[in-house]
């Protein structure tokens, strides 16, 4: 099985940036798309971005110019550039092994306005 850790987190004034990181460890059978949802309080779980193994992506409208995902292969890290940051961006951000449908415990990215 694999296993996903997020890091990178945090609490960030509106208009800041973090950088979000996905590390996956254990059995890799199949890394081909990897993915970046949020959730926020009352709200459903939605992809913000995904990435192919050799790196097509897809952006939800809503972060489009301000987020950039890339991954690593050797590293079997996807990370998540965050800028430009808006207080409706606060959510838990989950990383997704979307071929093995993996989902990592998630982290809390907080905005502040």
């Known amino acids: 099985q694999v296993q996903l850790v997020e890091s990178g987190g945090g609490l960030v004034q509106a208009g800041g940036s973090l950088r979000l990181s996905c590390s996956a460890s254990g059995i890799i059978a199949s890394m081909n798309v990897m993915a970046w949802h949020r959730q926020a309080p009352g709200k459903q779980r939605v992809l913000v971005a995904s990435i192919a193994r050799l790196g097509n992506t897809y952006y939800k409208d809503s972060v489009k110019g301000r987020f950039t995902i890339s991954r690593d292969n050797a590293k079997n890290t996807v990370y998540l550039q965050m800028n430009g940051l808006k207080p409706e961006d606060t959510a838990v951000y989950y990383c997704?092994?979307?071929?093995?449908?993996?989902w990592g415990p998630g982290t809390q990215v907080t905005v502040a306005s």
């Open positions: 997704l092994a979307v071929d093995t449908a993996t």
